[in-house]
Protein backbone atom coordinates (compact mmCIF):
# COMPACT_ATOMS: atom_id res chain seq x y z
CA UNK A 1 0.00 0.00 0.00
CA UNK A 2 1.25 3.26 -1.25
CA UNK A 3 1.73 6.49 1.44
CA UNK A 4 -1.10 7.90 -0.57
CA UNK A 5 -3.42 5.52 -0.19
CA UNK A 6 -2.29 5.03 3.68
CA UNK A 7 -3.29 8.90 4.04
CA UNK A 8 -6.58 9.13 2.37
CA UNK A 9 -7.66 6.61 4.86
CA UNK A 10 -6.53 8.34 7.72
CA UNK A 11 -8.13 11.62 6.12
CA UNK A 12 -10.78 9.40 5.70
CA UNK A 13 -11.27 8.11 9.59
CA UNK A 14 -10.11 12.02 10.83
CA UNK A 15 -13.41 13.15 9.26
CA UNK A 16 -15.36 10.08 10.40
CA UNK A 17 -14.28 10.62 13.83
CA UNK A 18 -15.28 14.56 13.97
CA UNK A 19 -18.58 13.81 12.39
CA UNK A 20 -21.08 16.05 13.90
CA UNK A 21 -24.18 14.51 14.86
CA UNK A 22 -27.82 16.58 15.28
CA UNK A 23 -30.60 15.63 18.11
CA UNK A 24 -33.75 17.15 17.82
CA UNK A 25 -35.85 17.83 21.06
CA UNK A 26 -39.05 18.86 21.99
CA UNK A 27 -40.03 21.01 24.82
CA UNK A 28 -43.93 20.29 24.59
CA UNK A 29 -46.04 22.25 27.06
CA UNK A 30 -49.60 21.90 28.10
CA UNK A 31 -51.70 23.61 31.30
CA UNK A 32 -53.46 21.02 32.91
CA UNK A 33 -55.79 21.60 36.41
CA UNK A 34 -54.16 25.04 36.18
CA UNK A 35 -50.59 23.11 36.40
CA UNK A 36 -48.23 24.43 33.46
CA UNK A 37 -47.18 20.29 32.34
CA UNK A 38 -44.24 19.23 30.19
CA UNK A 39 -44.33 15.84 28.10
CA UNK A 40 -41.92 13.41 28.94
CA UNK A 41 -40.58 10.12 28.50
CA UNK A 42 -38.79 7.06 30.27
CA UNK A 43 -38.17 7.91 34.26
CA UNK A 44 -40.41 11.86 33.54
CA UNK A 45 -36.65 12.76 32.97
CA UNK A 46 -36.51 12.68 29.40
CA UNK A 47 -38.14 14.96 26.48
CA UNK A 48 -38.99 13.50 23.23
CA UNK A 49 -36.02 13.77 20.93
CA UNK A 50 -34.29 11.73 18.11
CA UNK A 51 -31.53 12.05 15.69
CA UNK A 52 -32.24 14.56 12.42
CA UNK A 53 -31.68 11.69 9.46
CA UNK A 54 -31.06 11.93 5.69
CA UNK A 55 -35.25 10.34 5.44
CA UNK A 56 -36.47 13.64 7.48
CA UNK A 57 -38.07 16.24 4.95
CA UNK A 58 -37.41 19.13 7.38
CA UNK A 59 -36.07 19.70 10.98
CA UNK A 60 -39.47 20.15 11.98
CA UNK A 61 -40.80 16.81 9.99
CA UNK A 62 -38.28 14.80 12.17
CA UNK A 63 -39.07 16.46 15.29
CA UNK A 64 -42.43 15.94 14.79
CA UNK A 65 -42.02 12.25 13.74
CA UNK A 66 -40.00 11.75 16.94
CA UNK A 67 -42.76 12.94 19.20
CA UNK A 68 -45.80 11.27 17.78
CA UNK A 69 -43.37 7.73 17.91
CA UNK A 70 -42.23 8.40 21.06
CA UNK A 71 -45.45 9.34 22.63
CA UNK A 72 -48.37 8.80 20.37
CA UNK A 73 -48.96 12.80 20.43
CA UNK A 74 -49.61 15.02 17.14
CA UNK A 75 -47.61 18.35 17.11
CA UNK A 76 -49.81 21.54 17.09
CA UNK A 77 -48.09 24.81 17.18
CA UNK A 78 -44.03 24.30 17.13
CA UNK A 79 -41.18 27.46 17.01
CA UNK A 80 -37.69 27.16 17.13
CA UNK A 81 -36.35 27.06 20.91
CA UNK A 82 -32.45 27.18 20.88
CA UNK A 83 -29.69 25.09 19.18
CA UNK A 84 -27.04 24.14 21.93
CA UNK A 85 -23.66 23.27 20.59
CA UNK A 86 -21.02 23.75 23.59
CA UNK A 87 -18.39 21.81 23.52
CA UNK A 88 -18.53 19.60 26.59
CA UNK A 89 -21.58 18.33 25.01
CA UNK A 90 -19.42 15.86 22.76
CA UNK A 91 -19.98 12.57 23.97
CA UNK A 92 -17.60 10.59 26.42
CA UNK A 93 -14.22 9.46 24.23
CA UNK A 94 -15.13 10.35 21.54
CA UNK A 95 -14.04 13.10 18.34
CA UNK A 96 -18.11 13.93 18.05
CA UNK A 97 -19.48 17.12 17.82
CA UNK A 98 -23.52 16.77 19.54
CA UNK A 99 -25.78 19.47 18.19
CA UNK A 100 -29.24 19.47 20.34
CA UNK A 101 -31.53 22.00 18.59
CA UNK A 102 -34.61 22.19 20.60
CA UNK A 103 -38.40 23.20 19.97
CA UNK A 104 -41.31 24.98 22.01
CA UNK A 105 -44.31 23.15 21.05
CA UNK A 106 -47.55 24.23 22.84
CA UNK A 107 -51.59 21.65 23.30
CA UNK A 108 -54.07 21.89 24.68
CA UNK A 109 -55.25 20.08 27.25
CA UNK A 110 -58.11 17.78 25.63
CA UNK A 111 -55.36 16.58 23.20
CA UNK A 112 -52.61 15.97 26.13
CA UNK A 113 -53.76 12.23 26.85
CA UNK A 114 -50.46 10.89 25.24
CA UNK A 115 -50.11 7.45 25.81
CA UNK A 116 -48.59 4.93 28.29
CA UNK A 117 -44.83 5.58 26.78
CA UNK A 118 -44.95 9.22 28.61
CA UNK A 119 -46.42 11.33 30.92
CA UNK A 120 -47.23 14.75 31.84
CA UNK A 121 -45.04 16.24 34.96
CA UNK A 122 -45.53 20.29 36.49
CA UNK A 123 -42.62 21.92 35.20
CA UNK A 124 -42.40 22.85 39.44
CA UNK A 125 -41.18 19.69 40.00
CA UNK A 126 -38.20 20.44 38.00
CA UNK A 127 -38.13 24.50 38.97
CA UNK A 128 -40.00 24.71 42.85
CA UNK A 129 -38.21 27.85 43.39
CA UNK A 130 -40.26 29.49 40.27
CA UNK A 131 -44.26 29.30 41.46
CA UNK A 132 -44.95 32.56 42.96
CA UNK A 133 -48.85 31.65 42.67
CA UNK A 134 -49.28 31.38 46.36
CA UNK A 135 -46.31 33.82 47.48
CA UNK A 136 -42.18 33.44 47.79
CA UNK A 137 -41.83 29.64 47.91
CA UNK A 138 -40.22 28.90 51.60
CA UNK A 139 -37.30 26.96 49.89
CA UNK A 140 -35.96 30.29 48.62
CA UNK A 141 -35.05 31.08 51.39
CA UNK A 142 -35.06 28.22 53.73
CA UNK A 143 -32.81 26.11 51.35
CA UNK A 144 -31.60 28.40 48.43
CA UNK A 145 -30.75 31.63 49.32
CA UNK A 146 -27.82 29.81 52.29
CA UNK A 147 -26.80 27.38 50.23
CA UNK A 148 -25.77 30.14 47.72
CA UNK A 149 -24.92 32.56 50.20
CA UNK A 150 -21.83 29.18 51.19
CA UNK A 151 -21.02 29.31 47.59
CA UNK A 152 -20.55 32.71 47.45
CA UNK A 153 -18.46 33.21 50.59
CA UNK A 154 -16.07 29.72 49.21
CA UNK A 155 -14.03 31.81 47.46
CA UNK A 156 -11.12 33.75 48.87
CA UNK A 157 -11.38 36.21 46.66
CA UNK A 158 -13.66 39.22 48.17
CA UNK A 159 -14.58 40.66 44.79
CA UNK A 160 -15.35 37.28 43.90
CA UNK A 161 -17.69 36.74 46.69
CA UNK A 162 -19.32 40.13 46.34
CA UNK A 163 -20.17 39.00 42.52
CA UNK A 164 -21.73 35.88 43.37
CA UNK A 165 -23.72 37.16 46.18
CA UNK A 166 -24.76 39.97 43.98
CA UNK A 167 -25.84 37.47 40.93
CA UNK A 168 -27.58 35.60 43.18
CA UNK A 169 -29.52 38.49 44.57
CA UNK A 170 -30.28 39.43 41.31
CA UNK A 171 -31.01 36.23 39.87
CA UNK A 172 -33.53 35.06 42.86
CA UNK A 173 -34.63 38.31 44.50
CA UNK A 174 -33.19 38.50 47.55
CA UNK A 175 -32.08 41.58 49.68
CA UNK A 176 -35.46 43.07 48.57
CA UNK A 177 -34.70 43.06 45.33
CA UNK A 178 -37.53 42.60 42.44
CA UNK A 179 -38.49 39.38 41.46
CA UNK A 180 -38.47 39.00 37.28
CA UNK A 181 -40.31 35.87 36.24
CA UNK A 182 -38.58 35.83 33.05
CA UNK A 183 -34.97 35.17 34.40
CA UNK A 184 -35.69 31.08 34.84
CA UNK A 185 -32.75 30.24 32.79
CA UNK A 186 -30.47 32.33 34.52
CA UNK A 187 -31.32 31.29 38.02
CA UNK A 188 -30.97 27.32 36.49
CA UNK A 189 -27.42 28.55 35.32
CA UNK A 190 -26.44 29.84 38.95
CA UNK A 191 -27.88 26.78 40.76
CA UNK A 192 -25.73 24.17 38.42
CA UNK A 193 -22.53 26.41 38.63
CA UNK A 194 -23.37 26.12 42.23
CA UNK A 195 -23.43 22.96 42.30
CA UNK A 196 -27.13 22.53 44.16
CA UNK A 197 -28.39 20.38 41.17
CA UNK A 198 -27.96 16.84 40.49
CA UNK A 199 -26.83 17.81 36.70
CA UNK A 200 -23.80 19.26 38.11
CA UNK A 201 -22.30 16.76 40.28
CA UNK A 202 -20.20 14.98 37.45
CA UNK A 203 -16.96 15.55 38.10
CA UNK A 204 -17.53 17.74 41.57
CA UNK A 205 -17.25 16.67 44.65
CA UNK A 206 -21.23 16.88 45.33
CA UNK A 207 -22.76 15.30 48.27
CA UNK A 208 -26.45 14.63 47.63
CA UNK A 209 -27.36 16.91 51.45
CA UNK A 210 -25.93 19.91 49.55
CA UNK A 211 -28.41 19.25 46.39
CA UNK A 212 -32.09 21.85 46.30
CA UNK A 213 -34.75 19.67 46.21
CA UNK A 214 -35.80 19.24 42.87
CA UNK A 215 -36.27 16.46 39.88
CA UNK A 216 -33.25 16.10 37.67
CA UNK A 217 -33.33 15.77 34.15
CA UNK A 218 -31.03 13.64 31.67
CA UNK A 219 -28.16 15.28 30.25
CA UNK A 220 -28.74 18.98 29.83
CA UNK A 221 -32.93 18.19 29.19
CA UNK A 222 -33.65 20.89 32.41
CA UNK A 223 -31.61 23.11 30.94
CA UNK A 224 -33.82 23.16 27.71
CA UNK A 225 -36.80 23.23 30.20
CA UNK A 226 -35.50 26.19 32.06
CA UNK A 227 -34.82 27.72 28.36
CA UNK A 228 -38.29 27.19 27.12
CA UNK A 229 -40.13 28.33 30.38
CA UNK A 230 -38.36 32.03 29.99
CA UNK A 231 -39.29 32.16 26.02
CA UNK A 232 -43.28 31.50 27.17
CA UNK A 233 -43.11 33.76 30.41
CA UNK A 234 -41.39 36.68 27.96
CA UNK A 235 -43.94 35.53 25.09
CA UNK A 236 -46.92 35.46 26.63
CA UNK A 237 -46.34 39.13 27.20
CA UNK A 238 -46.51 40.19 23.69
CA UNK A 239 -48.11 37.98 21.77
CA UNK A 240 -51.21 35.95 22.31
CA UNK A 241 -49.96 32.41 22.45
CA UNK A 242 -51.28 31.44 25.97
CA UNK A 243 -54.68 30.59 23.39
CA UNK A 244 -52.56 27.60 22.14
CA UNK A 245 -53.08 26.16 25.18
CA UNK A 246 -56.54 27.41 25.89
CA UNK A 247 -59.76 24.73 25.25
CA UNK A 248 -61.72 26.02 22.07
CA UNK A 249 -64.21 28.28 24.41
CA UNK A 250 -63.40 29.28 28.44
CA UNK A 251 -64.64 31.68 30.65
CA UNK A 252 -62.24 34.86 31.11
CA UNK A 253 -61.34 33.17 34.92
CA UNK A 254 -60.24 29.87 33.12
CA UNK A 255 -57.53 32.20 30.79
CA UNK A 256 -56.53 34.69 34.07
CA UNK A 257 -55.40 30.86 35.69
CA UNK A 258 -53.48 29.72 32.61
CA UNK A 259 -51.29 33.03 32.51
CA UNK A 260 -50.84 32.84 36.41
CA UNK A 261 -49.67 29.25 35.66
CA UNK A 262 -47.33 30.04 33.34
CA UNK A 263 -45.98 33.17 35.06
CA UNK A 264 -45.53 31.57 38.46
CA UNK A 265 -47.05 34.69 40.01
CA UNK A 266 -50.86 36.02 40.34
CA UNK A 267 -52.34 38.69 38.65
CA UNK A 268 -55.20 41.49 39.62
CA UNK A 269 -58.34 40.07 38.40
CA UNK A 270 -59.59 43.82 37.24
CA UNK A 271 -56.67 44.75 35.43
CA UNK A 272 -56.10 41.44 33.41
CA UNK A 273 -59.90 41.68 32.49
CA UNK A 274 -59.34 45.51 31.31
CA UNK A 275 -56.62 44.63 29.15
CA UNK A 276 -58.34 41.40 27.46
CA UNK A 277 -61.25 43.81 26.77
CA UNK A 278 -59.17 46.86 25.39
CA UNK A 279 -57.22 44.37 23.13
CA UNK A 280 -60.23 42.52 21.52
CA UNK A 281 -58.48 39.39 22.24
CA UNK A 282 -61.59 37.21 22.49
CA UNK A 283 -65.12 37.34 21.83
CA UNK A 284 -68.60 36.16 23.71
CA UNK A 285 -69.68 32.58 22.71
CA UNK A 286 -73.38 32.94 23.30
CA UNK A 287 -73.00 30.39 26.06
CA UNK A 288 -72.34 29.94 29.40
CA UNK A 289 -70.27 27.54 31.95
CA UNK A 290 -71.66 26.14 34.89
CA UNK A 291 -68.03 24.40 35.99
CA UNK A 292 -67.53 27.62 38.32
CA UNK A 293 -68.80 26.40 41.49
CA UNK A 294 -71.03 29.10 41.47
CA UNK A 295 -73.00 31.84 38.82
CA UNK A 296 -72.96 30.41 35.41
CA UNK A 297 -69.97 32.25 33.89
CA UNK A 298 -69.54 33.82 30.32
CA UNK A 299 -68.02 31.51 27.70
CA UNK A 300 -65.26 33.02 25.20
CA UNK A 301 -63.41 32.10 22.47
CA UNK A 302 -60.07 33.47 20.91
CA UNK A 303 -60.78 36.49 18.13
CA UNK A 304 -58.72 34.82 15.57
CA UNK A 305 -59.25 37.75 13.24
CA UNK A 306 -56.99 40.64 15.99
CA UNK A 307 -54.25 38.80 14.59
CA UNK A 308 -54.73 40.59 11.15
CA UNK A 309 -55.91 43.61 12.34
CA UNK A 310 -53.61 44.41 15.09
CA UNK A 311 -49.63 45.02 14.73
CA UNK A 312 -47.38 42.69 16.92
CA UNK A 313 -47.59 45.07 19.77
CA UNK A 314 -51.01 45.54 19.89
CA UNK A 315 -51.72 42.00 20.96
CA UNK A 316 -49.65 42.96 24.12
CA UNK A 317 -50.95 40.07 27.21
CA UNK A 318 -49.14 41.16 29.64
CA UNK A 319 -48.22 39.69 33.20
CA UNK A 320 -49.94 42.22 35.86
CA UNK A 321 -48.53 42.68 38.98
CA UNK A 322 -50.70 41.48 41.70
Known sequence: MDKQTKGTRKDRAAVKADEVTVDLIAFVVAVNDNEPCVLTIGQADTLPSGPFALEHRSLQSGLR???????GHPLGYIEQLYTFADRD??????????????????????????????????????????????????????????????????????AMR???????????GFDDRHWNEELTLQRYELVYEAGLVQEAGSGRDTTRASLVPSKPMVADHRRIVATGI?????????????????????????????????????????????????????????????????????????????????????????????
Not at 65 to 71: A, F, M
Not at 126 to 152: C, K, N, Q
Open 89 to 158: RIGSGRRQRAISISYLALTRKEQASGSPKCGWRSWYEYFPWEDHRSGTPPMLLDVLRPRLIEWANSVGDA
Open 65 to 71: GWVEQQT
Open 162 to 172: RERRQRAAMAF
Open 230 to 322: ARLRSKIKYRPVVFELMPQSFTLLQLQRTVEALAGRLINKPNFRRLIEQQELVEETGETSVDTGGRPARLYRFRHAVLDETPIVGTKLPVARG
